[in-house]
């Protein structure tokens, strides 16, 4: 079992900055992948960065140059830090860690979720 905790999230305003934070417990997890996704209301959950276990990334392209992923596996912990933010970047996001060590741009991908932190970028 891994518990995940999503941290990080708030109000800010556009060209902003956020640094959000999943930590993981229960298990070690340096040998998966981890995703970040989000979800806006009414929209469907959606990819935004993965980080394999040797941390290679790849991201959605409109946070392409803005977004960064990172991880400190003795710490148990992924970043997700977020420059340059846009109104439509506001979500709830979700860290996920992957089933298998390579990364994905699908949910299905991933076996144990966070509960999600809110960002809210204002215009």
């Known amino acids: 079992q891994v518990q995940l905790v999503e941290s990080g999230g708030g109000l800010v305003q556009a060209g902003g900055s956020l640094r959000l934070s999943c930590a993981a417990s229960?298990?070690?997890?340096?040998?998966?992948?981890i995703g970040w996704f989000r979800q806006a209301p009414g929209k469907e959950r959606e990819f935004v960065a993965f980080?394999?276990?040797?941390?290679?990334?790849n991201y959605k392209d409109s946070v392409k140059g803005r977004f960064t992923i990172s991880r400190d596996n003795a710490k148990n912990t992924v970043y997700l830090q977020m420059n340059s933010l846009k109104p439509e970047d506001t979500a709830v996001y979700f860290c996920a860690v992957g089933k298998w060590g390579i990364g994905s741009y699908y949910a299905s991908a991933y076996g144990y979720w966070g509960q999600g932190t809110q960002v809210t970028v204002s215009s």
């Open positions: 980080i394999t276990s040797p941390g290679n990334t």
């Open positions: 229960g298990r070690t997890f340096s040998s998966y992948a």
